[in-house]
């Protein structure tokens, strides 16, 4: 997947949840990245280690993972898989 299209995935995802007021970001460093759920998110600076992320909400998370699958949302590759991942978010 293009660097652009990643950006624009995580950038757009990031926007979805601060609108609506939900304590979830995703960090990223290349294609690699990571979802956070909860007080975490109001952590300074990077996740850098195992540590940095034990107050991460893991039972949400795997709920918003299960969620993303029950509506077809898996790895995106195109604008049009994006535009879909993002309305499935």
Not at 5 to 10: G, I, K, P, T
Not at 52 to 78: K, V
Request: hydrophobic share 40%.
């Amino acid at each position: 997947m293009c660097g652009n299209r990643l950006e624009r995935l995580y950038e757009e995802i990031n926007g979805i949840m601060k609108r609506l007021g939900f304590m979830g970001h995703v960090q990223w460093e290349g294609a690699r990245f990571s979802f956070l759920f909860g007080p975490i998110v109001k952590k300074e600076g990077l996740i850098r280690n195992y540590r940095d992320i034990l107050d991460n909400q893991w039972e949400l998370l795997n709920r918003f993972y299960q969620a993303c699958l029950n509506h077809g949302i898996s790895s995106a590759h195109t604008d049009e898989e994006i535009d879909k991942v993002l309305e499935g978010i």
